[in-house]
């Protein structure tokens, strides 16, 4: 299965439902995208990622430099 | 004294009784039927807060929109659901200034939010009904969550205890990021514990007293404690807390639904979002802080606490309405004591009204730039509208009729180019800055000429009679 916001590959089942077999949820290790079996996903382009694009993402809040301790 | 709810429970009763709750007792699917509930209250009159009693595939409730609308707002402050929102402003106010009112310390057998607790195999989807808001949203959120935190460098300095409202994006069965943005509270205390590259003890509470939200939404400033707040807007009545499990210096509502607690992985930022957000846009993803959850516990029966967020207006907007607009009037009266009221409800507070009764030509003015010297109206505020001391800014109708009768464009419109802007707020550009407009819709008084003056219309003296025979009537014929 590929992520529908980045197509990795990197997909896997996160959790299954509590009550039935009724549905699972999917997560993408490499954007964090998850969804559940039920749903009708359309990612619009304007939200979709290229995962080598991931990490040039802003950081919120930024990192401060390390004190020392 | 004005009624004070104990928990979540105790309002959602007030709600049912009064017809401000409804009930869905088939079972719906998560996705698309609880936020398209949650709009659908929006879109409504009377908006009404709605309890699904059945999620499919899980095990627990979920309650929307407790807060949305100005009858659910009212009550909440324990005022009749017809109040007025000037009268809600005026009641907030009054209790604002009973400010602090120290919480009660409930030892752990007493607090509601322990009857159960999960260490081991830790699963957010067995305990919350969790689903995906808007559709475009990056995956299920947590929209209404009270977050609690301490600062690193002071941890028992409870004045420096953090209760803030933060977006939070489940990632994992117990692994969920965290919006901290840098001019919010939490990033001051994570920055503190970043630096030393350690992690920042967090709970997370789900499922308040209704005034426990709608502090943790409210802008105080970083030294006051929201929960000494909640007992003023409770009218002088304490609210409960009790210590964390797992941090002896974090304390969370005694009664909430559940509650979360772990720590911010230290200098970890993760992919999250997009997420619709308060403006009626998404915002896009970001690389964001990662909370680990190692701890849940919870209320026998919880019931999931959640909010839809839209195009305003959205359950989102009453907790950003006139808990914005009472600490924009207290900055404000202070300095200036001819300012009556303040209406910061729009977007919080990009859009500002402000009633001020002009002491002399091209006084009004000075109202609006002190709105912009304060922190909150630095970045947020972008269009001021100042009208006469006779106009209620809440409502809108009279704000047009100054708008429409009082403004002379040439004269009375004013741009200031290039200042600081709310980055959330699309038209800002670069995301940051804005221009500032003020609009002055006061009379003019001298010396500021004023050739032509008019009588204003006067209401005959019997009409407050004559609205409470209609009034009546009305209410005889509804039965």
Redesign the interface.
């Known amino acids: 299965m590929k992520c529908p916001?980045c197509d990795s590959d990197t997909v896997r089942v996160?959790?299954k439902?509590?009550?039935?077999d009724?549905?699972e949820?999917y997560?993408c290790d490499t954007?964090?995208?998850?969804?559940?079996s039920?749903?009708d996903i359309?990612?619009?382009d304007v939200?979709k990622?290229k995962p080598e694009d991931?990490?040039k993402?802003?950081?919120?809040?930024?990192?401060?430099?390390?004190?020392s301790? | 004294m004005a009624k004070a709810y104990k928990d979540l429970r105790e309002f959602l009763a007030t709600l049912e009784k009064e017809g401000q709750l409804v009930k869905i007792k088939e079972e719906v699917?998560?996705?698309p039927s609880i936020g398209a509930a949650g709009r659908a209250c929006a879109n409504m009159k009377s908006k009404p807060a709605v309890l699904f009693e059945k999620v499919?595939?899980?095990?627990y409730s979920v309650v929307t929109n407790v807060h949305g609308s100005w009858q659910n707002h009212a009550l909440m402050l324990g005022m009749p659901k017809d109040a007025t929102i000037k009268e809600q402003f005026f009641e907030l106010n009054r209790r604002w200034d009973k400010f602090p009112v120290p919480p009660v310390v409930v030892p752990r057998e007493k607090a509601a939010c322990k009857e159960n607790t999960i260490t081991e195999n830790i699963?957010l989807?067995?305990v919350l009904p969790l689903y995906?808001i808007n559709?475009?949203d990056?995956?299920?959120f947590l929209s209404k969550a009270s977050v609690i935190t301490a600062d690193p460098e002071f941890p028992n300095d409870s004045n420096k205890l953090n209760v803030g409202t933060y977006r939070i994006?489940?990632?994992?069965?117990d692994r969920v990021?965290i919006?901290?943005?840098?001019f919010h509270d939490i990033?001051i205390q994570?920055?503190k514990a970043?630096?030393?590259?350690e992690p920042l003890p967090i709970a997370i509470a789900l499922g308040n007293a209704p005034l426990v939200t709608f502090m943790a939404s409210t802008p105080v400033s970083y030294i006051q404690n929201e929960y000494e707040f909640v007992g003023a807007l409770q009218d002088g009545v304490p609210t409960e807390i009790t210590k964390a499990d797992t941090a002896d210096n974090l304390y969370v509502p005694a009664h909430a639904e559940v509650v979360l607690e772990g720590y911010i992985m230290p200098?970890v930022?993760?992919?999250?979002g997009?997420f619709g957000e308060f403006p009626g846009s998404?915002s896009?993803?970001?690389?964001?802080?990662e909370i680990k959850i190692t701890r849940i516990t919870h209320r026998n029966n919880p019931i999931f606490e959640n909010l839809y967020l839209g195009m305003p207006w959205t359950e989102i907007d009453y907790l950003m309405a006139l808990n914005t607009s009472v600490p924009m009037y207290k900055q404000l009266k202070e300095t200036i004591p001819e300012v009556q009221a303040v209406n910061s409800m729009y977007t919080h507070g990009i859009g500002e009204i402000i009633s001020v009764k002009s002491r002399y030509g091209g006084f009004a003015k000075s109202a609006a730039f002190r709105m912009l010297c304060t922190t909150h109206g630095t970045a947020y505020a972008k269009i001021i509208i100042l009208v006469d001391e006779f106009v209620d800014p809440f409502d809108l109708d009279q704000v047009m009729w100054a708008l429409t009768t009082r403004v002379k464009p040439s004269k009375d419109v004013t741009v200031i180019q290039n200042c600081a802007g709310m980055p959330l707020d699309p038209s800002s550009n670069p995301a940051g800055m804005h221009d500032k407009l003020i609009i002055d819709a006061t009379t003019p008084v001298a010396p500021e000429p004023n050739p032509r003056s008019v009588e204003l219309l006067k209401p005959s003296p019997e009409t407050p009679k004559w609205e409470e025979i209609i009034k009546n009537l009305m209410a005889a014929s509804a039965k």
Request: hydrophobic fraction near 35%.
């Open positions: 916001r996160m959790t439902s509590p009550v039935g009724v549905w949820v997560v954007c964090c995208y998850s969804w559940r039920t749903e359309n990612v619009h939200f990622l991931i990490c993402l802003q950081h919120i809040p930024p990192i401060p430099p390390l004190k301790k | 699917n998560p996705e499919k595939g899980y095990k699963n989807f067995e995906r559709d475009q990056g995956g299920f994006q489940v990632k994992d069965v990021g919006q901290a943005l840098p990033a994570l920055a970043e630096a030393v590259n200098r930022r993760t992919c999250e997009p998404y896009g993803a970001r690389l964001q802080c």
